[in-house]
């Protein structure tokens, strides 16, 4: 049974805590102040705390810097009157796992507590898997060969069992949707609904509406009544791409969604309740976002439970034959085209490419060199790609080389781009360059394309 330490200083709260749950399968400890606390913190093990932030003495927030001094892993609750939010972001901020703010329900308090303790075991199994990454794992449609890639799959196995909020996080086109499907196609809501919304395909003025719904007259158009993602992914789980471009009057609302499970529709007055896993995804830097003061940080620590961050394609590059040969399997079953492979030469030219546009470019590109291709084997003639573009000074950027990219980086794309418009040909690519065929040679070494003239 799990134990847990509860500081409060008022003697009713604090034994209300204690029958509640101690009944729900709890060991309690309890203190009424924060020095009594660390007392029973450095005496016994606890597996989770729940602490006032008003104490006498030291204060909530200096007891919760002690505990984690004592054990960063502990997770810690803290209880705030519903006036001192801000007070209860600054503890989160301190290392405060959530907070709740009073008055509170016993059942709130209780499903809190579990939801810390699933994620604590979850944190702590996934430390185990990093020593030992040997069992691979696999999902359809999820390309999974490099370690990094490994790991993400390894987190969607264990966050799946849990209903804790999920934060994901890369850059475009990296597949986030897939993982955020991945994970709930693995939870017990994989029978309910799985819903998906971008914030940035909708106007601000009508996002609210369709998350929330609303009903009939709430503003003009507005015929009839009409439910809202929340309650259309009931039972199941609702998927809100980036994120961070949620208005903050919108955010509002999703955070007491996240904190109460209840909402009310656009011009209505009815509350509803939904049962509803929240995964979110974002390419910006939330943190940045909460510097300027364009997201709210009680929302970011109420979505940020599991994060997981997905790795560019140009980090994970070992992922790249398997993604080629799973577009060419699509692109075939579609079209009817039969196209059974790829050279070697040609997917070398893939595997060096940088990326900018992550997985989501390499299908276009795959798609396209499919639909162009003269046989059924990709060859190096069948690849093409938009030479990179360097950024315009005349913005107020000085610098001429395209964003993510080394000179080295592009002087190897220049070459590969000559060996496309050349055909293969790598004397008539040399003179395309101006080089001479022995420079070119060392440059095909250098970028692992082999040269077999000669």
Partial sequence: MPTILIVEDEAKMRRLLELDLGEDGFTTLSAADAESGLKLLREQPVDIVVTDLKLPGMGGLEFLQAAKRLNAALPVVVMTAFGSIETAVEAMKAGASDYVLKPFSLAEMRMVLHKELDVGKLREENRSLREALGQRYVHPNVVARSPKMQEVLA???????????????????????????????????????????????????????????????????????????FELADKGTLFLDEIGDVPPATQVKLLRVLQEREFERLGGTRTLKVDVRLIAATNRDLRAALEQGTFREDLYYRLNVVPIDIAPLRER???????????????????????TGIKPEAMQILANYHWPGNV??????????????????LDTGDIHMDAPRAKSSTAGNNNFLPEGMTLDQWEDEMVREALRRANGNKSQAAR???????????????????????
């Avoid at 590059?317 to 196209?339: C, N, T, Y």
């Avoid at 001479?436 to 003239?453: F, H, V």
């Fill in 317 to 339: 590059r070992e992922d790249i034959p398997d993604l080629v040969q799973l577009f060419m399997a699509h692109f075939s079953a579609e079209s009817g085209k039969p196209i």
């Fill in 432 to 454: 395309l360059l101006g080089v001479s065929r022995n420079t070119l040679r060392y440059r095909l070494t250098k970028i692992g394309i082999a040269d077999d003239e000669g």
């Fill in 360 to 377: 989501r470019e390499l299908q276009n590109i795959v798609e396209r060199a499919a639909a162009l291709a003269h046989g059924p084997v």
């Fill in 155 to 229: 987190m969607v196995e264990r966050v799946a069992q849990t209903n804790s909020t999920v934060l994901l996080g890369g850059e475009s086109g990296v597949g986030k949707d897939l993982i955020a499907r991945a994970i709930h196609e693995k939870s017990r809501r994989a029978s309910g609904p799985f819903i998906k919304i971008n914030s940035t395909a909708i106007p601000e003025s009508l996002l609210e509406s369709e998350l929330f719904g609303y009903e009939k007259g709430a503003f003009t158009g507005a015929a009839a009544s009409k439910p809202g993602k």
